[in-house]
């Protein structure tokens, strides 16, 4: 059973990091595309960062590029996401997602059918 485990999150103040981590089961991520969502509140959930489970290839919405870096372990079947400089408009629940990846990077929520359950992140001013 393909399962995916999100987990990292918290409150951190305005300009700081944090860590997540999409831990995969079930799966090798050797042939999938692993994506990390943003869902703030009220609002719909926005794809930010993706990689290859293949080669490790990125991709990144304009709103995360430069402060957020995804990477992963393909030895521990984990996905991390580095986010620096933090701002209020960062608030939210992150999901992991993972799907089949063909050569398609994709930060549109549709593309994937396997989902983790999210870990809050909250940043205060």
């Known amino acids: 059973e393909v399962q995916l485990q999100a987990s990292g999150g918290g409150l951190v103040q305005a300009g700081g990091s944090l860590k997540l981590s999409c831990a995969a089961s079930?799966?090798?991520?050797?042939?999938?595309?692993i994506g990390w969502f943003h869902q703030a509140p009220g609002k719909e959930r926005e794809g930010i960062a993706v990689?290859?489970?293949?080669?490790?290839?990125?991709r990144y919405a304009d709103s995360v590029k430069g402060r957020f870096t995804i990477s992963i372990d393909n030895a521990k079947k984990t996905v991390h996401l580095q986010m620096n400089s933090l701002q209020p408009e960062d608030t939210g629940v992150y999901y992991c997602?993972?799907?089949?990846?063909?050569?398609?990077?994709?930060?549109?929520?549709?593309?994937?059918?396997?989902w983790g359950q999210g870990t809050l992140v909250t940043v205060s001013s």
């Open positions: 997602a993972a799907d089949y990846y063909g050569g398609i990077l994709s930060l549109r929520a549709p593309f994937y059918e396997y």
């Open positions: 079930g799966f090798r991520l050797v042939g999938y595309a």
């Open positions: 990689i290859s489970g293949d080669d490790g290839t990125t």
